[in-house]
């Protein structure tokens, strides 16, 4: 496919500055900042789009914006084609060039933190169990627990498992051959396999490797022909006794969209959660992690934090961050509790704003360009089920109302309807990550 000449370009510019003052500013960010000209000519126009989900909310609401803008500005009636950017990408391997076949055993440091070892990984009742599967599996590599499948809420320290398993072997057993990515990774190299049909290369690259390991496997639930290749790959390997050693944000059989075939081998071995840590352990971590920051932390600190950031500990290690950033601005002062509660006080008081659902429904009916009345209808068209959705969604995660009360707000639903919507956008969050951004850009407007 050709590339945009400089006049097409800007006639697409000119056509977008003419959407922009025909619908609200917030539904033009959402949907048109990210598109992009692949192609104008009189019979067709090639746009493409950041996914799937943009592609289908552009289609079923804002064609006819689009096709009469771009005849009012060129003149021309082209076909409007759109075209998802992963869509595109299997004509257009370019931008996967960095997971290509060769490059995942040398260039594996892009995704390694060497600070992830199980030196640095604290124990608690939280995590036990993963970790001594994780070491076993250091041990003897494909016989005691394969797969090992780690999984849990972010931020509980799975990657880091993942990678001291990796320097582990690396370095105490150096005849086995080692790899990890993210699950990312192996889905984009298969899609750029698709296209320069290099099939012995890519199966022989992870065919041939003793210990893999994949982060991440839930963004498995986004191609389901890289499931199939993936399964063809966890069969090689096992078959080999290779060992195969997964992380996911839930358990396999959440996995959404995933089949039974891949959640029965992923059952095979051992299945290990890592959960919040206690206050203990928690105070421990802070503790490694502001020697590994080199920041001087009294108990006390330490205590503090833990107690007053209980969600996660990449939240903390944040917090110890802008800790260490404020000591600095401040012309490195003593870092102490006083210090600490400023810096702490101020996060939560952001965090801790009053939203009302009244606010979360003007911020989905500004992105989505819907009436507040057709979210409280009973009708099921597509083009508000998923915006109402949204409005649940957001209502569950900001306020502290129940299934009940905000079925109440939605027209009247019942709050099984409520959980199923919270639920389907909460999956929809996991397999797309410009949905997430998307979610995550109102949920800011509504925090801020
Ligand atoms: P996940 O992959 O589960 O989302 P990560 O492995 O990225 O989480 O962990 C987030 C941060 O928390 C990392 O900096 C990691 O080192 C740290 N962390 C998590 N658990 C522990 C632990 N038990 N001991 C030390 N650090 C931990
Ligand atoms: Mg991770």
Request: glycine fraction near 4%; charge should be neutral.
């Amino acid at each position: 496919m050709n590339h945009p000449t400089v006049g097409e370009k800007q006639a697409w510019s000119s056509v977008l500055e003419k959407i922009k003052t025909k619908i609200a500013s917030e539904q033009f960010t959402t949907w048109f900042t990210n598109l992009r000209l692949i192609e104008l000519n009189n019979h067709e126009i090639h746009i493409c789009v950041s996914n799937l989900f943009c592609k289908e909310w552009l289609k079923n609401n804002y064609m006819d914006i689009i096709s009469s803008t771009i005849n009012e500005v060129t003149n021309l009636d082209p076909n409007v084609i759109l075209v998802a950017e992963n869509e595109e990408n299997i004509s257009k391997p370019e931008p996967f060039i960095r997971y290509t076949p060769t490059l995942i055993n040398d260039k594996e440091h892009i995704y390694v933190n060497k600070n992830y070892t199980f030196e640095n990984f604290l124990v608690g009742p939280c995590n036990r169990l993963a970790h001594a599967a994780a070491l076993a599996v250091c041990e003897s590599p494909g016989v005691t627990y394969n797969p090992l499948f780690i999984h849990g809420p972010v931020g509980l320290g799975k990657t880091h498992l993942l990678q001291a398993i990796h320097f582990q072997v690396q370095h105490h057993s150096s005849q086995y051959r080692v790899s990890f990515l993210p699950c990312e990774a192996f889905v984009n190299h298969y899609i750029s396999t698709i296209k320069n049909g290099n099939w012995d290369d890519f199966r022989n690259m992870y065919r041939q490797i003793d210990v893999l390991l994949i982060d991440d496997v839930h963004f498995l639930a986004n191609s389901q022909s890289s499931r199939e290749e993936f399964f063809h790959t966890f069969n090689a390997l096992y078959s080999q006794q290779k060992q195969i050693v997964l992380s996911s944000d839930c358990p396999p059989e959440e996995i959404p969209t995933i089949e039974e075939r891949l959640i029965s081998r992923f059952r095979w071995g051992l299945i290990a959660r890592v959960d919040q840590p206690s206050l203990e352990t928690s105070i421990a971590i802070i503790q490694k992690k502001a020697s590994l920051l080199d920041m001087n932390l009294s108990y006390e600190t330490a205590y503090y934090l833990a107690e007053n950031i209980p969600s996660n500990i990449r939240e903390i290690e944040g917090s110890l961050i802008n800790i260490k950033k404020h000591a600095f601005l401040l012309g490195n002062t003593k870092i102490d509790i006083t210090l600490a509660k400023h810096v702490v006080h101020e996060s939560l008081k952001k965090e801790r704003k009053y939203i009302g659902i009244e606010d979360i429904l003007h911020t989905v009916t500004k992105h989505f360009g819907v009436q507040l009345s057709q979210l409280h209808s009973k009708r099921k068209f597509k083009s508000i089920t998923l915006p109402r959705q949204v409005a649940m969604h957001l209502a569950r995660k900001l306020t502290r109302l129940s299934l009940e009360e905000i079925g109440g707000y939605m027209g009247g639903r019942d709050h099984t309807t409520v959980m199923h919507a919270d639920e389907k956008i909460k999956n929809l969050k996991r397999v797309d990550r410009n949905v997430s951004a998307t979610l995550r850009k109102m949920e800011k407007e509504l925090i801020k």
